[in-house]
């Protein structure tokens, strides 16, 4: 069984930052992508961002230039960092993970919420 937690989320103004983090345990295949996906208010869950095990990347494009995400291998945590913030970046965050072999796991989520 893996566990993913989230933290960082919260409130921020429109151009502000926030950087979300996520910590797995449990047994992980060591082949994996770690990412992160939202769900906006109304919205079907959609993707984000995501890394590799060895450090390939694929970014929504609404996101591109402004969120970054990067993982620690050794540590099974992922990050995003997320920059110049807009109201439709208001969502829940969710953290996930994809292995070679074994089940996806998600986290639990974390809201964000751009407004002033």
């Known amino acids: 069984q893996v566990q993913l937690v989230e933290s960082g989320g919260g409130l921020v103004q429109p151009g502000g930052s926030l950087r979300l983090s996520c910590a797995a345990s449990?047994?992980?295949?060591?082949?994996?992508?770690m990412g992160w996906y939202r769900q906006r208010p109304g919205k079907e869950r959609e993707l984000v961002a995501t890394?590799?095990?060895?450090?390939?990347?694929n970014y929504a494009g609404s996101v591109k230039g402004r969120f970054t995400i990067s993982r620690d291998n050794a540590k099974n945590t992922v990050a995003l960092q997320m920059d110049s913030l807009r109201p439709e970046d208001t969502a829940v965050y969710y953290c996930?993970?994809?292995?070679?072999?074994?089940?996806?796991?998600w986290g639990q989520g974390t809201q964000v919420d751009v407004s002033s």
């Open positions: 890394m590799s095990i060895g450090g390939s990347t």
């Open positions: 996930n993970l994809v292995q070679q072999w074994g089940p996806t796991y």
């Open positions: 449990g047994s992980i295949s060591s082949i994996n992508t």
